[in-house]
């Protein structure tokens, strides 16, 4: 699991008759004296990925990712081959949103602290994800870039009652405005979402340290690098060279057939 400055990995699994290949890197940024960000790929297996966005101040932000990764890996793998995808994703992220309450009880300097999530599984009868917060879920289809996951915040809510135009978005004062969040008595149940994984594709799971610097059309461009690990590192460069404001955590999985 990556937590700190920078950490990358790489591994190949054999799953539900693909052998895809993946790659993540977690980076601080310019700006950023810490990195409260967290990922996990499952290793050696392959099965699920983590990423997690902390916020709360440096000691809250970084102990809720930590805690929420560290949460959904455990109680997956203690129950992987004993329920259905969905049940199984939500228990585990309802599991991490208790373990960040108690941790804030037991605290109370970090009683602010949250953090968002997305977790991505590929079981036995396909691939599916859930989320809470505004790291995100991509799919690369041919040179077609498609946001999977939903923001939870005011400007996507905004977006979509048309309130706010979609040009607006990446310079409005609320854009980071989250309405959900791990660590919060009041979590929404989260909704597990199949999704298709076809020859060719690659997914990315991001924070928004990525989406805040580079346009869709940027994360695009870099991720259908041939080279799976290249293409995460030049995600991950190429959002410290547009001022890096934030922390930046990519995971990226490319299915290996070619369509």
Not at 238 to 258: F, L
Request: aromatic share 6%; proline share 5%.
């Amino acid at each position: 699991m990556g937590n700190g400055l920078e950490n990358d990995g790489v591994r190949i699994q054999d799953e539900i008759g693909m052998v895809p290949v993946f790659f993540g890197r977690s980076d601080r940024g310019c700006v950023r004296s810490s990195n409260q960000d967290s990922y996990y790929m499952d290793d050696p297996g392959g099965r699920f990925f983590v990423v997690a966005d902390g916020m709360g101040g440096h000691a809250g932000g970084e102990e809720a990712s930590r805690l929420a990764a560290e949460t959904i890996r455990d109680y997956l793998q203690r129950h992987w081959d004993g329920g259905a995808p969905q049940a199984l994703l939500q228990a585990a992220i309802e599991k991490a949103n208790a373990a960040i309450l108690a941790d804030q009880l037991a605290h109370p300097v970090r009683r602010d602290s949250g953090t968002t999530v997305v977790v991505l599984g590929f079981f036995a009868d396909g691939v599916w994800f859930a989320h809470i917060g505004d790291s995100r879920l991509y799919r690369l289809r041919a040179k077609d870039l498609t946001q999977i996951s939903e923001d939870h915040t005011w400007i996507a809510r905004a977006v979509s009652a048309g309130a706010v135009a979609p040009e607006e978005v990446r310079v409005h004062p609320w854009r980071h405005m989250l309405l959900q969040c791990l660590g919060r008595e009041d979590l929404k149940p989260v909704e597990p979402v199949r999704i298709e994984f076809a020859p060719g594709d690659r997914l990315l799971m991001c924070s928004d340290g990525l989406t805040e610097e580079l346009t869709g059309d940027r994360i695009a461009y870099h991720l259908a690098n041939p080279n799976l690990q290249m293409a995460v590192n030049n995600l991950v460069d190429a959002a410290k060279a547009k001022g890096g404001r934030d922390n930046i955590t990519v995971v990226a999985i490319a299915h290996p057939e070619i369509p």
